[in-house]
């Protein structure tokens, strides 16, 4: 468990990147072995961009860094539950395990809402370790929702 919160401390960095530029703070870092080989923080309003969420970010930064869109042997840490468009590039880029921060029952597709990453109509399975610093990561996205609602008060 202790490896689990390092990396997902590591991807809470990325979340905080997210928070500074007005973004959704999520984030995201992919593992392979003992190193980070892809980093992503929500950019959809930066980039005017749907699909500009952290876990596509990080994973693309990955496929990129080993040269190959598959990922085997690689975990994903997200700072919120991934949602069905980024849980259908973790099966696609066959991601062995993805481990999350905060659930998301209102879009989360890793066993919230759906479980697209283990749905066994898929050629592709993921494991899924949930609650992993859990608090810091509902904390960091409650923080951000109270800055909007402060913000939009004070119009």
């Not at 401390?9 to 905080?16: F, I, S, T, V, Y």
């Not at 929702?145 to 004070?154: C, I, S």
Request: a negative charge; proline letters at 3%; aromatic letters at 6%.
């Amino acid at each position: 468990m202790k490896q689990h919160e390092d990396w997902m401390r590591l991807a809470l960095k990325e979340a905080e990147k997210a928070f500074y530029h007005d973004e959704v703070p999520v984030g995201a870092v992919v593992v392979q072995g003992t190193q980070i080989i892809g980093r992503g923080y929500n950019q959809t309003e930066t980039l005017n961009d749907p699909t500009a969420h952290a876990e596509m970010i990080a994973i693309s930064a990955a496929a990129n860094s080993v040269n190959s869109w598959r990922l085997e042997d690689c975990s994903l840490y997200v700072t919120l539950e991934p949602c069905a468009m980024c849980a259908g590039a973790i099966v696609l880029a066959r991601l062995d395990v993805v481990v999350i921060g905060a659930m998301d029952p209102k879009a989360g597709s890793c066993g919230s809402l759906r479980n697209i990453v283990q749905d066994h109509r898929l050629n592709h399975w993921v494991e899924v370790i949930s609650g992993v610093l859990e608090e810091e990561s509902s904390e960091l996205i409650r923080s951000f929702f109270r800055l909007l609602r402060t913000r939009d008060q004070k119009r």
